[in-house]
């Protein structure tokens, strides 16, 4: 069965880096884009980026670029999210979600169990 | 960053037929298809319909989708207790070149 399992819980401080992993198994890693939504507390979800584990692809929401870094490694069927330069703002729970796609439809059909990054001086 | 549109908030008694409306612009809604996520506290969100009006295995039929032009909806019809959840929408935005989301909807069961 597909399972994406991401790593622990993370307390940074302001002007830090945190990357987060998704390990992923019971699909073929190559053939869904990954991408990484988060939800500050109390908040809604926000779309943060993507990466296309086939060929290193990727792409991030506006208010990411230049912060935000996707990275993978086909050999363990993981995927990564860097976000650097952190501020209170980027307290949040981040999640990996696995897009399925055809040419009529796009939708997050799994999702990790999320991870929680806390940005505190 | 922009958001579908959505109500904060929704409410019914058990055995109701509630609606949550999405509202959205061409980029979005207009030229793609509809996704609806439910979301129990302390949870991750799960797949609830997608391409408008689907269903993913396990997923009731008390839920129902529907598209039209810019805007969707999603009806929980015979409301239960484990409804209780927040409930977004999301659709492809083609400007943005990701998912764009609603700012979700609270479900109270009264």
């Known amino acids: 069965q597909v399972q994406l ?48 584990p086939s060929t290193g692809g990727s792409n991030s929401a506006p208010k990411f670029k230049g912060r935000v870094t996707m990275s993978r490694d086909t050999s363990i069927t993981t995927a990564y999210l860097d976000l650097s330069s952190l501020t209170s703002d980027d307290t949040a729970v981040y999640y990996c979600a696995r897009l399925n796609s055809t040419r009529s439809y796009r939708t997050y059909d799994y999702w990790g169990q999320g991870t929680l990054v806390i940005v505190s001086s | ?59 009731p039929d008390r839920f129902s989708g529907s598209k039209s032009g810019t805007s969707a909806s999603l009806a929980i019809s015979g409301l239960q207790s484990e409804d209780e ?26």
């Not at chain 2, 927040?86 to 764009?100: F, I, K, T, V």
């Open chain 2, 1 to 59: 960053q922009p958001l579908l549109t959505q109500p904060p908030s929704a409410s019914g008694t058990p055995g109701q037929r509630i609606t949550i409306s999405c509202s959205g612009g061409t980029s979005n809604i207009g030229r793609n298809t509809v996704n609806w996520f439910q979301q129990l506290p302390g949870a991750a969100p799960k797949l609830l319909i997608y391409k408008n009006n689907e269903w993913p295995s396990g997923v």
């Open chain 1, 5 to 52: 399992v991401q790593s622990g819980a993370e307390v940074k401080k302001p002007g830090a880096s945190v990357k987060v992993s998704c390990k992923t198994s019971g699909y073929t890693f190559t053939g869904h884009y990954m991408h990484w939504v988060r939800q500050a507390p109390g908040q809604g979800l926000e779309w943060v980026a993507w990466i296309d």
């Open chain 2, 85 to 110: 959840a927040d409930y977004y929408c999301a659709a492809w935005d083609d400007h943005l070149n990701g998912l764009m989301f609603g700012g979700g909807t609270q479900v109270t069961v009264l």
